[in-house]
Structures are given as C-alpha cells and as structure tokens.
C-alpha cells in the first residue's frame, strides 16, 4: 500500500493548468522533503521539482522553469505542484516521493512513493 496519495491529473489543453497533490495519511511530510516525477511510455522517470522540508529550497528540471512551481502546505499535509502554461510534452504518469535526505533530483533517494496520477495534455 502506497504512504503517498497523489491527485488532481486529468486531461488539460496546451497552454492549460492542473495543480497535482500529494498527501500522506499516515505520516506527517513536515520531516521529509518532498519530489515530483513524471514517466512517460517507454522513458525513465524524470525529477521535476523537488522542496525542502522547511519549504526554504526548491528546485526544478529546467524545462519546467518558469511554468511549474512547488509547494506545501502543513496544516493540510499536503504538498502541491502547479502547472501552468502546460505542454503536449508534459503528458506522463505524475508521481510524488518523500525523503530523508535533503531535496534532491535523484529518484533513488527517495523512500516512499505513490502509485502516480496521469496528466494528458492535448488538443
């Protein structure tokens, strides 16, 4: 059974936005940093972003830059990411991770995950 819940993917058009989230039910994130990957048919899971347990550092792969930001929200146990301007190409399996270690782009790293969402974007 997955510790992680992710939602809110669904299909979008180009230029369209979904805000994913990620939640616990039976831990709190508050200790761990939190990642968002994405795999699409036939390639390797891809690191999106990633935030520190304090929410103080965030980073992202580069081409989604400027239209996906990270967050977390204590209270709700829930961390979010918010896609904006969206693209075809963003089109994969959307999955969140919890880790120990620092925020980190590296898939390995990471000790619990959920069982994804998908984001279709077209036309």
């Known amino acids: 059974q997955s510790q992680l819940v992710e939602s809110g993917g669904g299909l979008v058009q180009p230029g369209g936005s979904l805000r994913l989230s990620c939640a616990a039910s039976?831990?709190?994130?508050?200790?761990?940093?939190i990642g968002w990957f994405r795999q699409a048919p036939g390639r390797d899971r891809e690191a999106i972003s990633c935030?520190?347990?304090?929410?103080?550092?965030?980073h992202y792969l580069e081409s989604v830059k400027g239209r996906f930001t990270i967050s977390r929200d204590s209270a709700a146990n829930t961390v979010y990411l918010q896609m904006n301007m969206m693209k075809p190409e963003d089109t994969a399996s959307y999955y969140c991770?919890?880790?120990?270690?620092?925020?980190?782009?590296?898939?390995?790293?990471?000790?619990?995950w959920g069982q994804g969402t998908q984001v279709t974007v077209s036309s």
């Open positions: 039976k831990f709190t994130l508050d200790y761990y940093a």
């Open positions: 935030i520190s347990n304090s929410g103080a550092v965030a």
């Open positions: 991770g919890a880790t120990y270690v620092r925020c980190t782009m590296v898939p390995d790293a990471y000790n619990y």
